[in-house]
């Protein structure tokens, strides 16, 4: 429903409305369907059926961009809406007959937390603020300090009250152990070049090289490819070597494809080399994300495969949110102020310079190189006797 009225919205304040409204119910369903599979498939079969749900998953987010371009360019935005009530009817008709049939849990009444979820919210939103605005007002304005002090102040906050909640939104205790505190953070840094990846290569084809958004979106298609054949073969690779050395392998491979992608951008290499760089990061983004997933998934305690998966997806939205603002800010900082919103319509003046934008991309590309392999070296802050939940 919400769909269909953002597709009908005569505003912009209406559409973000709209939009949150819509952002609610998709927070609902990703929390829910990772908490089946994690429910309903047990020991062996974890990896595999979270490999499928991943490569889903992060397909849908990854191609979105792509499709979104073409259908922007050829039928106009409100289609972006419209489109997707066909796909959203499909997965009500199936979902109520499939879901049906699954083994039923014993049912416990729980709590809402209102005050966790409107501290976290609040958190999110100057963080949010904070980072977006060193773009528009730069690193040393108020905005930025606000943002950020508000944030690192409200985090202390935060555990007080989920400490004392009944059903908290995140289980404070669960993060005592290293080990899954360490698997969720290196989940948080792995979202910035699974996501930013597509997003920055799509504004660069439009920008730079002078494509049409469909044509942009056409030419990143190979990352997605690569994430879902990733996604389907990590449970077999993380079997041989195991979770943790597969996560490291991933992020180092990721921060390889990331290097020759900003290799290609910088010299203006043909772009089959991009294409190649796509299908490294694809793959491994894909194998990352299954075993990090399915790791995470087997830490949690007997009846709370929802609860962790919630706090996997709460960490990763937010993180995934950040990144977006923070990329964005990275990639136009050597843009005059004036000209930076150009950049988000791939309309930035030529007389400006693509020199500039080029050189936004490189320290881009670094800062995410570098998270790439934080991702999968941060694990060895642990012995392997401490991750008892990686076999």
């Avoid at 108020?142 to 508000?150: D, E, F, I, R, S």
């Avoid at 077999?236 to 996560?247: A, K, N, Q």
């Avoid at 299954?290 to 949690?300: C, G, Y």
């Amino acid at each position: 429903m919400s769909a269909v009225l953002a597709g009908l919205a005569s505003s912009v304040v209406m559409l973000i409305v709209l939009v949150a409204v819509q952002a609610v119910g998709a927070a609902m369903v990703m929390c829910n369907t990772g908490a089946i599979v994690g429910a309903v498939f047990k020991g062996p079969r974890l990896g595999w059926a979270m490999g499928i749900y991943v490569a889903g998953v992060s397909v849908a987010q990854m191609i979105a961009p792509s499709v979104g371009g073409v259908i922007a360019g050829t039928w106009g935005w409100r289609w972006l809406f419209w489109g997707q009530v066909p796909l959203g009817v499909v997965c009500i008709v199936l979902g109520a007959k499939y879901l049906a049939s699954l083994p039923r849990t014993p049912e416990r009444v729980r709590s809402l937390d209102i005050w966790g979820g409107c501290t976290l919210a609040v958190m999110s939103g100057f963080l949010l603020f904070g980072v977006s605005s060193v773009q528009t007002s730069g690193l040393r304005s108020w905005q930025v300090a606000v943002g950020l002090a508000v944030f690192a102040a409200l985090i202390p906050v935060l555990i007080f009250v989920e400490a004392r909640a009944k059903d908290p939104i995140i289980q404070v205790g669960l993060f005592k152990r290293g080990s899954f505190l360490l698997a969720n953070f290196s989940n948080l840094l792995s979202v910035l070049p699974r996501f930013e990846s597509v997003l920055i290569a799509g504004l660069y084809f439009q920008t730079v090289m002078g494509d049409s958004a469909g044509l942009a979106g056409m030419k990143v298609l190979p990352l997605p490819v690569g994430i879902t054949v990733g996604s389907l073969v990590g449970d077999r690779i993380s079997s041989r070597w195991g979770m943790r050395t597969t996560l490291m392998q991933a992020g180092v491979a990721m921060a390889g494809g990331l290097g020759l992608l900003a290799l290609s951008f910088s010299y203006r290499w043909p772009y089959g080399w991009s294409l190649l760089a796509f299908l490294v990061i694809g793959l491994a983004a894909g194998v990352f994300a299954t075993v990090n997933s399915t790791m995470i998934i087997r830490a949690a305690p007997p009846g709370e495969v929802g609860t962790v998966n919630g706090i996997r997806l709460t960490l990763m939205n937010v993180g995934g949110s950040v990144a977006l603002a923070g990329s964005l800010a990275v990639a136009t900082s050597s843009l005059p102020v004036s000209a930076r919103s150009t950049f988000f319509e791939a309309t930035v003046p030529r007389d400006v310079g693509v020199g500039a934008l080029i050189h936004g991309f490189d320290l881009l590309f670094a800062v995410m190189i570098a998270v790439s392999l934080a991702s999968g070296l941060i694990l060895l802050a642990k012995r392997s006797a401490e991750w008892a939940f990686e076999r």
